[in-house]
């Protein structure tokens, strides 16, 4: 079976082939947030990962063609907030679905001291101060200094994000320990 479907994969083109693997790679989804001076920014991203404990860091990984890109790369202190399970429209409004101040319509918003705004009622918010950044390709990973970490929720239950839709883990688990 495992050989089948690898025949069928290399059937096509690499690109491909790659989009078809990485709807395999179950992700936490985040929600990146900044502050420019001027206004609020917002965007969905899964591609976050813990980088470092000394100093505390995280790393993103951001299209250079969004919104975000610019003030981020610029130095703007900016936000990973890990969505919980149940905020998914948040993830929606944040991925493209709205805009400019409209991604901050769904969800508790509320602003660190340095102004980055963080969501209240995520798994978990980590503030971090711009540290640096390299592109490669068609994005850019930013390396940031964690300085402030918010703890939202007493359950742990991320959205998680795997071939094409937002999975439930907690509740499959509990759905299996029923069955
Ligand atoms: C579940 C999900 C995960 C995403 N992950 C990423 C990501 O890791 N990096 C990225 O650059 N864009 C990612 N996106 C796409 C961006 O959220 C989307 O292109 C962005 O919000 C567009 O913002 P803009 O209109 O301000 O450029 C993801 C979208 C969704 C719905």
Request: net charge negative.
């Amino acid at each position: 079976m495992g050989e089948a479907c690898t025949i069928a994969v290399a059937a096509r083109s690499l690109r491909e082939q790659m989009e078809i693997g990485l709807r395999r790679l179950g992700r936490p989804v985040a929600v990146i947030t900044c502050w420019d001076g001027e206004r609020r920014w917002a965007k969905t991203a899964t591609a976050v990962t813990e980088l470092s404990m000394d100093p505390p860091s995280l790393l993103v990984c951001i299209d250079r063609q969004a919104g975000v890109h610019g003030p981020i790369t610029r130095g703007a202190n900016f936000c990973v907030n890990i969505l919980h399970a149940d905020q998914h429209a948040i993830s929606e409004q944040c991925g493209g679905a709205e805009r400019g101040e409209g991604r901050f319509r769904e969800g508790r918003w509320d602003s660190a001291a340095c102004g980055t705004p963080y969501l209240r009622g995520c798994e978990a918010s980590f503030v971090c101060e711009y540290a640096t950044h390299m592109d490669h390709g068609t994005h850019t990973i930013v390396v940031g200094t964690v300085t402030e970490v918010q703890i939202g929720t007493d359950e742990i239950d991320p959205l998680i994000y795997v071939d094409g839709h937002y999975a439930h883990p907690a509740a499959d688990a509990l759905t299996a320990e029923g069955q």
